[in-house]
Nanobody
Framework: VQLQASGGGLVQAGGSLRLSCAAS????????MAWFRQAPQKEREFVAA????????PYVDSMRGRFTISRDNAKNTVYLQMNNLKPEDTAIYYC??????????????????WGQGTQVTVSS
């Protein structure tokens, strides 16, 4: 499976971005998709996850109400809508796919396919 993330960029605080992650290859093997992020000098952090049926794991408190994950199975694409962005959201955002965690997972170890990352920079 290949994952291609896009949609990152530079935005002012309070602005919005929508990230996309297009999957290709053996997409039928993916049972859950997720977004993680990694800020400079910080560990990779779970952002959101969605199962093949559309069930969504509870969002992290700092992102709840601002970020929304969704998927279009016909397009093999997962989205992350990010609203009211804050400077602390600045990070490289990675999409990930799991072939074994049907309900999704907060743990990066449960994902076996990763996109290349897309940079999100939020200016104050």
């Amino acid at each position: 499976v290949q994952l291609q993330a896009s949609g990152g960029g530079l935005v002012q605080a309070g602005g919005s971005l929508r990230l996309s992650c297009a999957a290709s290859g053996r997409t039928f093997s993916l049972v859950a998709m997720a977004w993680f992020r990694q800020a400079p000098q910080k560990e990779r952090e779970f952002v959101a996850a969605i199962s093949q049926s559309g069930s969504i794991l509870p969002y992290v408190d700092s992102m709840r109400g601002r970020f929304t994950i969704s998927r279009d199975n016909a397009k093999n694409t997962v989205y992350l809508q990010m609203n009211n962005l804050k400077p602390e959201d600045t990070a490289i955002y990675y999409c990930a796919g799991s072939s074994r965690s049907k309900g999704g997972s907060r743990w990066s170890e449960d994902y076996d396919s990763w996109g290349q990352g897309t940079q999100v920079t939020v200016s104050s």
